[in-house]
C-alpha cells in the first residue's frame, strides 16, 4: 500500500488526489495520515543513519570485533544515550556485526632490535596530487575456509585503493606484494610517504627493503592509537 501512496504524492501535482484515490481504490484519509507520517519516518531514518555512522565508527576502530554491548559500552563513554535495542536493530538492518577474533601464534616476527619510522603523517590525511602518500593496513574476514587477510595501501590524494594483496596468513610479503601491485598501477612520486602502523608485518625487514628499493620514505604511527592511521582503517 506504500507503493500506491507514495505514486499518488508523486503525481497530485498533474492530477487531482480525490480522482487518483478513486482509481486507485484507496480512501482520501488514509492517503492523508500515510503523508502525515512519512515525515516522522523521514527524521526517524535520519536519526537511524547518524546513528548507524558512530557506530561504524567506533566498529572500524575494533578492527570490526565490536559487537552490541561494546558498541552500546563505546557510545555511552561518547555521552551517547542510546537505547539497545536500537542499536541492535540499527546494526542488524545494516549488516554490521562483531567477530571474536581466535588467538593465534603471530606469524611475523619484527625485525631484530627494529626501531619503528617517525610518524611523517601526522593525522594529515591530505594530499594534493596523486603518488604523494599512501597509508596501509591489513584486516580480516571470517570466510566458510577460516580466515583471509587483506593488506592495502590507498593513495589519500584519490581515497582509492591502489594496492591490495589477499591470503590465507598476514606475513610481511602480505604488505610487500600490496604495495609491488600499487607502484605498479600508480606513479609513486620520489620520496612517496607510505605510512601504516606498528605492526610486526611493517617494521619488518622485508618490507624495509621494498620501500627502500622504490624509493618510498617509510612512517608510522603510535603504537595503541587507531587514530594515527584512521584512514586506513577506516
Not at 27 to 43: E, I, M, N, Q
Not at 142 to 170: K, N, P
Not at 209 to 234: K, P, Y
Amino acid at each position: 500500500m506504500s507503493e500506491v501512496y507514495a505514486f499518488i504524492e508523486a503525481e497530485k501535482t498533474t492530477h487531482n488526489v480525490a480522482l487518483l484515490c478513486r482509481l486507485l481504490k484507496v480512501a482520501r484519509s488514509s492517503f492523508y495520515a500515510w503523508l502525515a507520517g512519512a515525515k516522522t519516518r523521514s527524521a526517524r531514518k535520519t536519526a537511524d543513519d547518524a546513528l548507524a555512522h558512530e557506530i561504524t565508527v567506533l566498529h572500524v576502530a575494533s578492527k570490526a570485533t565490536y559487537g552490541v554491548p561494546r558498541i552500546h559500552a563505546g557510545l555511552r563513554r561518547l555521552g551517547h544515550r542510546v537505547n539497545r535495542k536500537r542499536i541492535e536493530r540499527v546494526m542488524r538492518e545494516r549488516g554490521i556485526s562483531g567477530v571474536t577474533r581466535r588467538r593465534r601464534k603471530g606469524l611475523t616476527r619484527p625485525a631484530k632490535r627494529a626501531v619503528p619510522a617517525p610518524d611523517l603523517i601526522g593525522r594529515d590525511f591530505t594530499a594534493t596530487v596523486p603518488g604523494m602518500k599512501l597509508v596501509g593496513d591489513i584486516t580480516y574476514i571470517a570466510t566458510d575456509e577460516g580466515w583471509l587477510y587483506l593488506a592495502t595501501w590507498l593513495d589519500l590524494a584519490t581515497r582509492e585503493i591502489v594496492g591490495y594483496s589477499m591470503a590465507d596468513h598476514h606475513r610481511a610479503g602480505l604488505v610487500v606484494e600490496a604495495l609491488r601491485m600499487a607502484a605498479g598501477r600508480v606513479q609513486l612520486m620520489p620520496g612517496c610517504i607510505a605510512h601504516s602502523d606498528r605492526g610486526s608485518e611493517y617494521t619488518s625487514d622485508e618490507l624495509r627493503r621494498e620501500i627502500g628499493r622504490l624509493g618510498l620514505r617509510q612512517s608510522m604511527g603510535r603504537t595503541g592509537s587507531c587514530f594515527d592511521n584512521a584512514a586506513a582503517e577506516s
